[in-house]
């Protein structure tokens, strides 16, 4: 913050770190905002429910937080993300506090909660909010398919959230990030290593390039009774479902716990080489163009700044419309004179290439200052001057 003039004021919201209550009949809980994702948990699930929301960064990050970048976990799929499970919310503002009750639903004119929701802390600060629980689940199930290209396999992710299957999460690499999985598995044994070869020789047999294939991931949880399982990948997309090469497979589930790739940059960074994410989400009809758009735009840059770079991409949250694409970029700066400006060319090459395609600048990783020149392209810079009007009109009663 060395060019920034402006005085600046840290607040610490660490000891508003309790469930207040819970509503059990409404399926509620009201909790302080400065919890971290596994303390929330802890108090949720010594009571048997659970909020349901687990970023990559759930265990740095706060309730606060995520509805001030309004963020979306990873079983997102099923419970929502953070504006859908977040009713009702309160926020100390410049002018008083803001209390936003929290109703089931509303007609009562714009929606005050909007636009809090993803304010980054320009409104408020966010002290306390209630939020959907739910029972936590009896069983989970892992089901993983492997899917011979991308093309196949965006058709098939599609298809499953057209279908009446409800995972909490549906994602799906492709074949340079599956290539990347592989490569960096933990201490694979000489039994893993025969495994994986026996595999690919198969798939060969059967006329399927491992090269070009894609592990699509379904991960169910609920109630034994109530669970529906996609009996296919692409039922209800006859088409799709007849290329598309499955084996259901019951795993043990991921814990939150386990989420470790988010510190996968540092470790990078500690050895030269320069990584970053990009996640955007577009109607189903955009994803091939956008996926092409980002992966040649990625490579052009590395091409243009003469460095070595990978760049891969997973589907990680569905959506009735369409998807989230997420992509992961890295390149070695070695020989690069200015190494910052040099990460900057590459973000904003994949950035570009979202807007050129019509699709959001950030899915899940909100607008900070990094992406804030790209979003007064995406929504004009009048609307917003109009917005701010419309919201200082339309607060609430302050209590
Ligand atoms: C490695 C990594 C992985 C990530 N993975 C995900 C992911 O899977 N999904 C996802 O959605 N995001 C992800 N993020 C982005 C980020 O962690 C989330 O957006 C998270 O919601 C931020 O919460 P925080 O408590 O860390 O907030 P901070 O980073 O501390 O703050 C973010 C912004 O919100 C404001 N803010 C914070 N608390 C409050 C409050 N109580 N009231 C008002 N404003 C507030 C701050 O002023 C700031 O503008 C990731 C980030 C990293 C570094």
Redo the contacts with the bound molecule.
């Keep these: 913050m060395e060019d920034e003039a402006r005085p600046i004021v840290s607040?610490d919201?660490a000891r508003?770190d309790r469930v207040l209550e819970i509503d059990e009949a409404s399926r509620i809980a009201r909790v302080q905002?400065?919890v971290?994702g596994p303390a929330l948990e802890a108090q949720l699930g010594a009571r048997g429910w659970t909020l349901g929301h687990?970023?990559?960064?759930?265990s740095?990050?706060?309730?606060?937080?995520?509805?001030?970048?309004?963020?979306?976990?990873?079983q997102s799929d099923k419970y929502g993300?953070?504006a859908d499970l977040t009713r009702g919310l309160r926020?100390v503002t410049p002018g008083g506090i803001l209390a936003i009750r929290p109703v089931p639903s509303t007609s009562t004119g714009p929606s005050v909660r909007e636009m809090?929701l993803g304010?980054?802390?320009?409104?408020?600060?966010?002290?306390e909010a209630t939020v959907h629980v739910h029972r936590r689940p009896e069983q989970r199930l892992i089901l993983g398919y492997l899917l011979p290209t991308w093309a196949v396999s965006l058709e098939v992710m599609r298809a499953i959230a057209a279908s009446e299957a409800t995972p909490s999460v549906t994602r799906v690499s492709d074949a340079p990030e599956t290539a990347f999985s592989f490569a960096t598995r933990k201490t694979p044994t000489p039994v893993d290593r025969l495994k994986s070869r026996a595999l690919q020789a198969l798939l060969r047999r059967r006329g399927i390039d491992p090269a070009q294939i894609v592990p699509g991931l379904h991960r169910l949880r609920g109630h034994p009774a109530a669970r529906r399982r996609p009996a296919a990948p692409g039922r209800g997309d006859r088409q799709a479902a007849r290329r598309a090469r499955h084996r259901p497979q019951p795993r043990r589930a991921l814990r939150p716990e386990e989420?470790r790739?988010?510190?996968?940059?540092d470790f990078l960074l500690d050895r030269g080489a320069l990584a970053d994410?990009a996640e955007t989400s577009a109607p189903w009809s955009a994803l091939p163009a956008l996926y092409d758009g980002a992966m040649s735009a990625t490579r052009d840059a590395f091409a243009g700044l003469g460095v070595h770079g990978y760049v891969m991409c997973h589907l990680?949250h569905s959506y009735h419309a369409g998807a989230c694409l997420y992509f992961t970029f890295a390149f070695r700066a070695a020989g690069v004179r200015d190494e910052l400006a040099a990460y900057r060319t590459v973000k904003s090459a994949v950035q570009q290439s979202f807007l050129d395609a019509g699709a959001t600048l950030s899915?899940?990783?909100?607008v900070?200052t990094e992406h804030a020149p790209g979003s007064s392209r995406t929504s004009r810079r009048r609307a917003w001057r109009w917005s701010g009007r419309s919201w200082r009109a339309s607060i609430p009663a302050r209590t």
């Design positions: 607040l919201l508003l905002a400065g971290f687990f970023p990559d960064s759930f740095h990050s706060t309730l606060g937080g995520w509805i001030a970048t309004r963020s979306s976990g990873m993300d953070v926020a809090m304010s980054e802390g320009r409104l408020g600060v966010i002290t989420v790739h988010a510190l996968h940059r994410v990680s899915h899940h990783h909100a900070g």
